[in-house]
């Protein structure tokens, strides 16, 4: 009987235990959707603050959108470069190949068009790698741009939640009374941070790709003229 009593208290103590780690979960929840069956029975004179949230959500999402155009686009802009670093590679070793023909003849003249020929080459080589890096660097840039939009429409979501939930009060819907504007604020304050963060990151991705282009830009002006890659410098 002890032991069914001893039982009986610590599944109630455990039941305790629970309901307060559920009751502190819930309180220190961020901010939830509003329902939009609840914003159904607001009259639409009283929806301005909202639907200006939900123009800027829309567009927000659109430029998450476009910045995903951007990030393919880059890539295929990179592999184009690989694709161009290839060939250089194969010219390299082709006149490589030339410069050991004109060896086995012994004969000065030609061992030295054949040797200009390489150095040539390999100065475009050496371009075309740098080509590679900067598309490389682009791409990145592109992506992180991809992360500050993602944040922005974010920070859209959350500010439409906190219109949503201010047009519910303002309406007199009792359900307001258990949701926190604190929590809606504390969202959109994390969502704002968020997009500090990703700015900075764009920005320090943007200085890395600018010094990965200056390196391609300085050693496509060493390779002679049909060496140096394809790709558009602007």
């Not at 639409?44 to 909202?50: A, I, K, N, T, Y």
């Not at 890096?133 to 944040?151: F, G, I, S």
């Amino acid at each position: 009987m002890f032991q069914n009593r001893t039982k009986r208290h610590w599944m109630v103590g455990l039941a305790v235990g629970a309901s307060m780690t559920f009751l502190a979960g819930c309180g220190g929840a961020k901010a939830a959707r509003v329902d939009d069956k609840m914003m159904a029975r607001i009259p639409e004179d009283q929806l301005g603050e909202v639907r200006d949230a939900q123009l800027a959500r829309t567009k927000a999402a659109d430029n998450v959108t476009r910045a995903e155009v951007a990030v393919r686009d880059a890539e295929r802009a990179a592999e184009v470069a690989r694709r161009n670093g290839d060939a250089a590679e194969s010219r390299m070793e082709a006149e490589r190949a030339a410069v050991k023909a004109a060896e086995a003849t012994g004969q000065q003249a030609p061992i030295a068009q054949a040797k200009s020929k390489l150095d040539g080459a390999q100065a475009g080589r050496a371009a075309a790698d740098a080509e590679v890096a900067w598309h490389e660097r682009k791409t990145d840039t592109a992506k992180a741009e991809k992360d500050l939009r993602d944040a922005e429409l974010k920070v859209a979501d959350a500010e439409l939640n906190l219109a949503q939930y201010r047009a519910l009060e303002r309406s007199g819907d009792v359900r307001a009374k258990e949701m926190s504007e604190a929590n809606y604020l504390s969202a959109v304050a994390d969502a704002k941070r968020g997009v500090e963060d990703a700015r900075r990151q764009v920005g320090e991705q943007k200085r890395v790709e600018q010094d990965a282009r200056a390196q391609w830009q300085r050693l496509r002006s060493q390779a002679p003229q049909g060496y140096g890659g394809s790709g558009d410098a602007d």
